[in-house]
């Protein structure tokens, strides 16, 4: 018997179910010796006719609720401009946004893949400032806080 076929299943029914109840689903991946843990949506481009968002490098609980916020924010229309900064998601600090390149997306978001069956789907990464106010594309930023948030996509250009 294959034990892990079962569990896949239960968790890919999961993600139908509270796709089919809240409008999406969110996927928490643990850090490991590649690179940080970081959670993505599933859901908001076939829900609400939004992109799907990922952010890296928060504990869990932490990365949810932003995401939950970022989708409530674009379905209000608090955010509309995915190349400016917005002050929509966290509390006096500006969070940005990154473009996800396509290519990217097998090695980051294959739930979303297999849930879209494919990649027919717009993924923002949300990129939270450090704490003295610098994103990870800023000469000031530090080494340790670029490597917690690598970006998945080109820097905004305004930036």
Known sequence: MEHGKAGEDASE????????THGWHGVHISADEVGPGYAFTIGACHSFGQPEFLIMGLPRAMAHQILDVALDAARSGAITDFTATTDA????HPCAFV????????????YARWYYQGDDFTLYQIVWPSRDGHFPWQAQASAQYVESQPLLGPAPLAA
């Open 89 to 92: 998601l966290l509390e006096r």
């Open 13 to 20: 029914q999961k993600v139908i179910d509270d796709i089919a």
């Open 99 to 110: 473009r996800v390149p396509v290519e990217q997306y097998r090695n980051y978001v294959g």
